[in-house]
């Protein structure tokens, strides 16, 4: 049987306890056109069917919740019933490809399928169509997407010859075998936790690792502490807003190199500026506390790149946004990124979601959805950031020219932002709750504004130089 990891079965979960939320990612490929017919895009989607398993399979719950859910093979599984087909109405700009995009994340994807859905879109303009993916996160994060494209796609003009073999669904376990399995690992349950419990006890590096273990877990219980009040932070409605904005990634490299930063430094920083000015617009002040954001940090290892589920830890970083100068928050973000690295926050969580596989389901799974139900007021929105497929690639022979990322909202949070790269370009995708946070198109846009503001000023020399006014300011009690 093949169960779902803990944290895998974690986003299964807090759908079920948030009644507005649809929790499955997407991504967005725009090509050049003509779009392809229903016949030939059924055609490809089927041909690569055997390369990914787990479109073909259906979530089933083991009864009682005594152990994880499982993938089991859906002995009725229609093609069709994936494949979609729309198109947008004139002019087909952004505008009208976000309005369809939000409406299609908004809804719910079957569970009694397979959790997945590729959209055809025609009538955008110059004559090119889009493919959105839509697939639930129990099945794969931002990264494992990526492997999606790298089965789907050419890598040139030309087909690939699709791969040999028949399927035949697997017969369906009854419920009394998933049962007697589940009983079976439960009872082998404490005997694998002595196991584990022998290899990290072993005397090389063992205070070194305890001690790290604990400042990591204090650390980031830290995180979890309620953030300032805002208007950004509170109950969800079902409707979302969708919104895309663009820049070069040559602009944003330029920035990170000047200041001694990292790619990812420099779009939590614009992300901040962009949260800054939304507070300011609407009347509040961003003061420090007011905006927390869970960062995805990607636990892949090298060999672990084509593995589809989810590999993730979480970094909970408090965004500067009472701080005004672009070029200190840059330096702040860059800071605390540091410290929370240093204090090994990743690696606790990792440690946590490790340990969530040695535990009997149905207590992390009590856990998980007590922790959903409770209001929580720690997070305030989530950001993303996934680099994209590596070199250009096709769809029956047609060039993917850009690719737009969707991320999720869930449990109070009204506002999530993704960026993924591709082809030199940073696409940023917006979503947010559709009622409270009407703003989406001008906050993409905002991100865009604040990387520009980073790159004139910005030097070798200007990252030292903003530390030292931080710290300057910290001393005189003047944040912003």
Known sequence: MQYLSPLDASFLDAEDEDPHASLAIASIAVMDGPAPSQTEFADLIRSRLPLVPRYRQKVRRIPFNLGPPIWADDPDFDLDFHLRRTALPAPGDDAALEQLVSRIMAQRLDRERPLWEDWLIEGLPDGRWALLSKVHHCLLDGIGGNELYRLICDTGPGRRPPPDGDWTPQPADSALELTLDACAQLARLPFDQARLLLRTTRPAGLAGRLH??????????????????????????????????????????????????????????????????????????????????????????????????NRLAPLLLDLP????????????????????????????????????????????????????????????????????????????????????????????????????????????????????????????????????????????????????????????????
Request: charged fraction near 20%; aromatic fraction near 6%.
């Open 212 to 309: 790290d273990t604990l400042r990591g877990l204090v650390t980031l219980a830290e995180g979890f502490t309620p953030t300032a009040p805002t208007s950004l932070f509170g109950p969800l409605g079902r409707a979302r807003r969708y919104a895309v904005a663009r820049t070069p990634l040559a602009r944003i490299a330029a920035v990170a190199k000047a200041a001694q930063v990292t790619v990812n430094d420099v779009y939590l920083a614009a992300v901040t500026g962009a949260f800054r000015e939304l507070l300011l617009a609407r009347g509040e002040e961003p003061v420090s506390g007011a905006v927390r954001t869970l960062v995805p940090v990607s636990l892949r290892t090298r060999d672990q790149e084509g593995v589809l589920d």
């Open 321 to 480: 946004v009472e701080i005004g100068n672009p070029h200190d928050r840059l330096a702040v973000v860059h800071q605390r990124i540091g410290e929370l690295r240093a204090r090994h926050e990743v690696e606790a969580g990792a440690a946590l979601v490790s340990l969530a596989r040695w535990e009997p389901y149905a207590v992390v799974s009590f856990v998980v959805r007590t922790g959903l139900w409770l209001p929580q007021r720690a997070v305030t929105t989530v950001t993303t950031n996934v680099p994209g497929p590596r070199g250009r690639l096709f769809i029956l022979g047609r060039p993917i020219r850009e690719i737009l990322p969707y991320v999720p909202i869930a449990e109070r949070m009204r506002i999530g932002v993704a960026v993924l790269t591709y082809a030199g370009q940073a696409t940023i995708g917006v979503t947010t709750d559709f009622a409270s946070i009407p703003e989406a198109g001008e906050f993409a846009a905002s991100i865009v504004t604040e990387v520009s503001r980073l790159q004139p000023a910005t030097s070798v020399a200007a990252a030292p130089a903003a530390r030292h006014r931080v710290t300057a300011a910290r001393r005189n009690g003047d944040t912003t």
